[in-house]
């Protein structure tokens, strides 16, 4: 790698006011996808500002939201998913990504940051009506996520700014999410398909939610029409179908090295009716079987 | 010339050195302290060949700036038998043959220490969850995952 600037500050006032300095200058948190990149000169950057001394970016709390920093670790937040009751979308996800050495230095904003379209974690966050908090030299600013990925690498951080925290709203008793993927290989590998589902079940019929996509467009997306379709349903293989057909009409899947639009569309089918269909089961046992 | 001071514990010692910000943990390792033990496969992070741990936990030092682990402590493969007496995760892979030409070895034989350190009865799947990011081109995994199971088994009658 080519030589560079190296800073460790010790707060987030000081951290934001070094990127603002340099437009080179690019923040590393577990560095995963930036070092490959910089190895590769894909990613020039004269200046690295390391997070590692701010506490403030690490860790998961609940103030009625659940809010996990944006430099956690992926595997504190595996190790901490009973405890934290971090939803379970999020944890099949956050299972999925790398290995567990990666998943010891990789940190969830750092996945968000990276903006591949095919993002393990932002399918299960935007289903679970995640919102960005971005640290900037003015303060803050609390955006929802799907309003975070711009491009495909592009996210709408400026210069200067910092993704900060990732909140999630409390989710009740009847509430179920899940995250399932394809990949080529078992693991080590980018998802050619990723379906993230969130859903809240009440007396057997679905009350609300929300289906995400990921690597099946620019950038991770929300399916709201086929979301919409599950309203008030019992779940029944008619209404998977729908709601899967659903899901494939909002995704403009590409050939690519990985996959063919056509058989990306094939697993959005597969990949939405099996995610509802387990968020679903999960609702359904978490409310104690009631529903 | 851009120095930053580093001071770290590798193998139960204490270490200051100077370096320059943008070599990885990998580079001070090999180049800078002669501990090639730790080998580069692919420079990615997708390998594990160079698999270290950092404060007990496993980590490619090849993604990793020397830098970042200022304060912390480092095992190599090198500290698992400082006084050449093998480590018994080291003589479970010789006993059940779960090596060949050995390039991965150090890698896996790290993972393993690891996921021994956090789960000392883990089931197979646990196992080749833990060993997914050690890659072997001549062993086929099995053995690998005997010798783990072994060494399991063998600290389970310590």
């Known amino acids: ?291 | 010339m851009n120095t930053r001071a580093l001071s770290f514990v590798l193998n139960g010692r204490h270490l200051k050195l100077d370096i320059e910000p943008h070599r990885t943990l990998l580079e001070i390792l090999r180049d800078d302290l002669g501990l090639i033990g730790t080998k580069e496969g692919c420079g990615t992070g997708d390998c594990g060949a160079c698999t270290v741990l950092v404060e007990d936990e496993a980590i490619c030092s090849c993604l990793l700036l020397a830098a970042e682990v200022d304060g912390k402590a480092v095992l190599t493969i090198e500290g698992l038998a400082p006084d050449g007496q093998l480590h018994p995760v080291q003589r479970a892979f010789i006993e059940c043959g779960a090596l060949q030409c050995g390039f991965c070895t150090p890698g896996m034989v790290l993972s393993t220490v690891a996921l021994l350190r956090r789960s000392s009865q883990p089931t197979e799947q646990e196992i080749r969850d833990a060993l997914a990011g050690n890659l072997c081109r001549c062993t086929g995994y099995d053995k690998i995952v005997l010798a783990v199971q072994a060494a399991a088994q063998e600290a389970s009658h310590v």
């Open chain 1, 1 to 291: 790698m080519k030589r560079f600037d190296y800073y460790t500050p010790h707060s987030l006032a000081e951290c934001v006011e070094i990127l603002k300095s340099s437009k080179q200058a690019v923040p590393i948190a577990g560095g995963t996808d930036l070092i490959p990149k910089m190895k590769r000169t894909d990613r020039q950057a004269d200046t690295l500002v390391s997070l590692r001394q701010l506490q403030e970016l690490e860790g998961i709390s609940r103030n009625g939201s659940l809010v996990i920093g944006a430099a956690t670790r992926l595997s504190y937040i595996l190790g901490q998913a009973e405890e934290a009751q971090v939803p379970a979308g999020l944890i099949d996800a956050i299972g999925f990504i790398g290995s567990r050495q990666i998943r010891n230095i990789a940190t969830l904003g750092g996945n968000l940051c990276n903006a591949a379209p095919s993002a393990d974690a932002a399918p299960p966050l935007l289903a679970l009506d995640a919102h960005a908090v971005i640290a900037n030299p003015s303060g803050e600013r609390r955006i929802p996520l799907h309003s975070f990925f711009q491009a495909p690498g592009q996210t709408a951080l400026m210069s200067g700014e910092l993704l900060k925290q990732v909140e999630l709203p409390r989710v009740g008793p009847n509430a179920g999410s899940c995250y399932l993927r394809h990949t080529p290989r078992e693991r080590m590998d980018l998802a050619v398909v990723g379906v993230g589902v969130s859903l809240e079940v009440e007396q057997g019929a679905i009350s609300s939610a929300r289906i995400a996509l990921g690597a099946v467009s620019p950038t991770p997306l929300l399916a709201e029409d086929a979301a919409s379709e599950l309203i008030g349903q019992q779940l029944t293989m008619e209404v998977l179908s729908n709601v899967a057909a659903r899901a494939v009409d909002a995704c403009s899947p590409i050939d690519d090295i990985r996959a063919s639009a056509a058989y990306r569309r094939h697993l959005v089918m597969l990949l939405v009716k099996r995610a509802t269909a387990v968020a679903y089961e999960r609702a359904v046992a978490s409310s104690g079987g009631e529903v």
